[in-house]
């Protein structure tokens, strides 16, 4: 879109990207560029060029589904779209406000001027979905601003505001007002002063500091599981040694080398399953929510303290309940060293620490708290029996539209919805601990939950700045349902001796962020084993190792009690001789142990085993789409993004090639839990993948 002809008056043609929602560049974006600044080229009204985006965006950056397709890039490439402007012999003024994000900042890199408004972010993004900027980013940016702070922006792909330190030199001015028209203005002074065009690509590098900030670069970032960071520090090799022409050609035969990567497209696809989970059926932009400004917060325990930091931080109102005037005192302390860390840590200035600090009411009195609230959230103990009693005393003291949520993690919220006359607004909203930090929730729409009750229980966790994901109701929702199987297999390879540092670190070698005997010494490992014996009364023929609850015996359940599966100094697990001599004992006295495990197979039989029920959580109506069970496994288990999470990577490997893995293991020890589930084997029957 442009103002065609130039106001003869002004000779300033303006050129405006327009494509909603982002002003990303895909094709069409891209020809109308190269169109618009042919003919800025020869129009002899034009004097200089403003680039702007329209509604408040420069732009987004490429058009990251255009990834997929290798045709459309290559009919008409960004960067030779970039090279053409750069190359005009009129000055050209990028106009930024909104966003300038990878490809959108390189298109700003390419124009001789820049201005932009204060509060515009910024940033080469690409390493965050696996790829290096590839229209000039590498080259033209370490030519702006200083070398070091030009590594540190791509290689972590941080967004900051225009106004940030770290940017100086890259904007001629930054303006609280409104970017276009200080562009404009620009644009004038520059033709009343005769100045010409000015190109980053004929600026120089000194080597030295760029040299010595590289290396050191190298030496942190290396090797990196994702190939194209080690593309970015050989482009940025390139800014510093090679001329511009030679750069920029590298740059771009290494984007399309990572473009195709596993890694980049587990990221893309992890960047869209994260947009696609807040797309629920049946909610709608219309669909009535119900306005939250006071949350309570039942229970005083680690989760409910959590649950008040994340929803103090939000800017809600908050009132922690307790009948217990020690464990409330308690909570009131701790929430407060909280907010006294983070300001002794310089991660909170001193009179926010204090805003958010007088939210929070803590109290006994029950009666008030939820008269008070528009949402109530109980996080009191997982017991059937006392979350029915709170939630129908909830239900007969709150206001008739107030939302009861529950941060079950296991029970049904069916059976806890019909404890109360108003099933219709009763939700689960499952936190992870600690709650104040995880990222994910579980929203559990049960069977009566309403459509209004849903979308403002998505509403709140957005407000909370984490990641709602819509579960059904069963024995662990998504992520702890799939959970139970991995340990499951984790404590089998144990039964055949395979020690917890070798089943941890093969994992974590993978990519998990943490093994999962580490991370139930974490969590506690009673916690398992008061599932384990529910399960031995529920379903007595379900085959379990007895190895957990042989450690849970001799009171090791976790870090908590200095000693789990591993011992702890503090926080630091230490493999230990006396859970080796168990684990040897009881995989001799099984008849095993005798067969060395690799860590390949540590890792296929605990990821399969994660994908497997995952399959069956898909199938039941559970999950919404297969996703959203990476999304779960994304936000809140650790697993590696640039793995994709459980469903994305099972279709990486191929779900035949897992249903001949299942078909292998089920010849081995516990054989028969390698059953695929029916849509597993349906799928790899037809070579078919989880969309
Ligand atoms: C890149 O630029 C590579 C370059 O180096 C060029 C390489 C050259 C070779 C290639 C030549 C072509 N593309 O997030 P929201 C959609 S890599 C496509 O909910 P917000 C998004 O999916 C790119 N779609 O909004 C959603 O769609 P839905 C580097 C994009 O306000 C809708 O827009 N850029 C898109 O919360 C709204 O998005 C980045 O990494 C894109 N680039 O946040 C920026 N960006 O409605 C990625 C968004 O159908 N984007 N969409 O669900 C973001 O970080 C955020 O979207 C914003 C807006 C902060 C822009």
């Known amino acids: 879109m442009t103002d065609t002809p130039p106001a003869a008056d002004t000779g300033i043609k303006l050129i405006v990207i327009d494509n909603p929602p982002v002003n990303s560049l895909g094709l069409a974006v891209r020809r109308m560029l190269a169109a618009e600044f042919a003919a800025a080229a020869n129009d002899p009204n034009v004097r200089a ?104 922006l791509i290689t972590s792909g941080q967004m900051v505001a225009a106004s940030d330190p770290r940017l100086a030199g890259l904007f001629d001015e930054v303006t609280e007002g409104d970017a276009r028209a200080a562009a404009l203005d620009l644009a004038a002074r520059l033709i009343s002063d005769g100045a010409g065009p000015r190109r980053l690509s004929a600026v120089t590098i000194e080597p030295g500091p760029a040299e010595a900030a590289l290396a050191q670069a190298r030496e942190t970032l290396l090797p990196s599981p994702v190939p194209a960071m080690a593309a970015i520090l050989d482009c940025l090799d390139d800014a510093i040694h090679a001329d511009i022409r030679t750069g920029l050609a590298h740059e771009r035969a290494r984007f399309d ?80 060293r909280h907010y006294r860390t983070m300001v002794e840590r310089g991660r909170l200035g001193e009179t926010e620490a204090r805003v958010r600090g007088a939210r929070l009411s803590p109290t006994a009195d029950l009666d008030a708290a939820a008269q008070a609230a528009d949402l109530v959230i109980e996080a009191v103990f997982e017991d059937m029996t006392v979350k029915q009693e709170v939630l129908r005393k909830l239900d007969e003291l709150a206001r008739p539209e107030t939302i009861l949520a529950t941060n079950t993690s296991t029970l049904n919220v069916d059976t806890l919805a019909d404890a109360t006359a108003r099933p219709g607004q009763v939700v689960g909203m499952h936190f992870f601990s600690p709650a104040n930090i995880m990222r994910l929730v579980e929203v559990v729409r049960g069977k009566a939950t309403a459509d209004s009750t849903l979308a403002t229980a998505l509403k709140v966790v957005t407000r909370l700045r984490k990641v709602g994901v819509v579960a059904g109701v069963c024995d662990g929702f998504i992520g702890n349902r ?36 580490r991370m139930m010494d974490l969590a506690g490992n009673d916690v398992g084993w008061a599932i384990r014996k529910r399960r031995k009364v529920e379903q007595p023929d379900r085959p379990y190792s007895a190895i957990p609850d042989l450690i849970c015996e001799r009171g090791r359940y976790g870090q908590k009690t200095g000693a789990g599966f591993y011992r702890y100094e503090g926080r630091k697990a230490i493999p230990d001789p006396e859970v080796e001599q168990l684990i040897r004992e009881h995989s001799a006295s099984l008849g095993l142990g005798q067969r060395e495990i690799s860590p390949e197979e540590i890792v296929e039989r605990c990821i399969y085993a994660l994908i497997n029920e995952g399959t069956a959580v898909l199938a039941d109506g559970i999950a919404l789409r297969a996703s959203d069970i990476d999304v779960v496994y994304l936000a809140g288990y650790g697993f590696p993004r640039y793995r994709g999470g459980p469903m994305h990577y099972a279709n990486e490997v191929g779900l035949d090639a897992i249903v001949a893995a299942m078909d292998r293991f089920a010849q081995g020890y516990q054989g028969q839990f390698w059953k695929p589930a029916p849509l597993l084997a349906e799928l790899a029957r037809a070579g078919g993948t989880f969309t």
């Open 257 to 336: 080398q990572v473009v195709a990567t596993p890694a980049a497209r587990a990221l893309r696809h992890a960047f869209f399953a994260e947009r696609e989970v807040g797309k629920v059926p049946g909610l709608t932009a219309e669909t009535p929510t119900l306005p939250v400004e006071t949350v309570a917060v039942i229970g005083a325990g680690t989760m409910g303290r959590g649950i008040s930091i994340a929803a103090l931080d939000a800017g809600f109102q908050v009132k922690l309940v307790d009948a217990n005037a020690t464990a409330l005192e308690r909570a009131a302390e701790a929430i407060e």
């Open 482 to 517: 799939m959970l139970e199987e991995y340990l499951r297999q984790a404590y089998f390879l144990m039964d055949e001796g395979a020690l917890p540092q070798e089943i941890d670190g093969a994992l974590e070698r993978w990519g998990m962020a943490m093994g999962p005997l």
């Open 49 to 152: 060029v403003v680039l702007a985006g329209a509604g408040g965006r420069f732009s987004a950056g490429a058009d990251i589904r255009e990834f997929n397709d290798p045709g459309a890039i290559a009919e008409l490439h960004l960067s030779d779209v970039i090279d053409r402007i750069e190359a005009l012999d009129k000055p050209v003024v990028a106009a930024v406000d909104g966003v300038a994000l990878g490809g959108g900042l390189e298109l700003a890199l390419g124009c001789h001027y820049r201005v932009a408004a204060a509060n515009a972010r910024i940033g080469l993004t690409e390493i965050t979905l696996g790829l290096l900027p590839g229209a000039g980013g590498t080259q033209r940016l370490p030519r702006a601003i200083d070398f070091a702070r030009a590594i540190e």
